[in-house]
């Protein structure tokens, strides 16, 4: 299959929003970077590193349910050897989340130890949650505040606005909006923010996406698209669009003429991959360089 153009989407108000975070980032104690289990590398904005340095970070491997698990506990034990704080969770349910305040006081030890010596106990812990479009960041805020006051939807660019919300008596959270970066290095990036979701479908072939998608887990989750999708036949050696055809088929996607409405089966197949419906899947190995 002819490669793809690559992918960028870098609208306006993202510049702003990394003005912004520079600003905020010096309120905060911590930062929480939000990354899709899926994609940890992939959807860790490289930006943030030098906007936060010097502050103490948690990694939340969000989406975790839709992840291989065993690729989940790797970059989990990565981030850790990085010295950042690491944790999988859920955000949809709260699986996972009950282990958040610990691992804050455990990440900032040092400073609430220096807080009671000063006898400043009682000071909440005021934690910036920063992460791309997507990724689950309204969604972990109305856990943990337990109300549903920051704007969740399935689509990415919802959140507009920095937003400060309390959770109990020990923390406050400062939930920014999504935020990529004017370019993509590696076109492996974009077209994973890509399946996921991360990046407007709008901008994007939806076929061409597709395609690559299938390529990607012919070679890597044979397996779960055989279990899905019925297929009997040796495919190893198929492109991306056959795969898309021979899909389409197996599911009944005729137009008139006998043709595969390819275009259909491409909406259908991003969709069965972003809900998990193919299976729990890990697109990037826990250390490898992107």
């Not at 399935?154 to 920095?162: A, E, H």
């Not at 994007?204 to 779960?224: K, S």
Request: net charge positive; with cysteine; hydrophobic share 40%.
């Amino acid at each position: 299959m002819q490669q793809s153009p690559p992918i960028q989407w870098f609208p306006g108000h993202m510049a702003k929003t990394r003005r912004q975070i520079e600003k905020d980032v010096r309120l905060v104690d911590a930062v929480a970077e939000i990354l899709d289990a899926r994609i940890p590398v992939s959807s860790r904005n490289p930006d943030l590193d030098s906007l936060i340095v010097g502050k103490p970070r948690i990694m939340f491997l969000n989406k975790a349910d839709l992840a291989d698990p065993v690729r989940t506990k790797e970059w989990v034990t990565y981030f850790e050897s990085l010295g950042f704080g690491s944790i999988a969770v859920d955000c949809r349910t709260g699986k996972g989340l009950k282990g958040f305040l610990p691992l804050a006081r455990t990440v900032l030890a040092d400073r609430l130890a220096s807080w009671k010596a000063k006898g400043m106990a009682g000071r909440r812990i005021r934690i910036l949650v920063a992460g791309v479009p997507n990724v689950g960041k309204s969604s972990l805020i109305n856990r943990l505040s337990g109300n549903s006051r920051a704007s969740v939807e399935d689509r990415p660019g919802v959140t507009r606005r920095n937003q400060w919300f309390p959770v109990g008596k020990d923390l406050e959270i400062l939930d920014t909006p999504g935020i990529l970066w004017p370019k993509f290095g590696d076109p492996a990036v974009g077209e994973h923010l890509a399946f996921t979701g991360a990046i407007k479908d709008d901008i994007i072939d939806t076929e061409t996406l597709a395609c690559r998608l299938l390529e990607v887990l012919r070679d890597g989750y044979a397996e779960l698209l055989v279990q899905r999708y019925r297929l009997k036949d040796d495919f190893s050696g198929f492109g991306g669009y056959e795969l898309l055809e021979l899909i389409g088929r197996k599911r009944g996607m005729l137009i008139s003429g006998g043709e595969i409405d390819t275009e259909r089966a491409s909406i259908m197949l991003l969709d069965e991959f972003r809900s998990g419906k193919i299976g729990r899947i890990t697109l990037e190995k826990a250390g490898e360089p992107k």
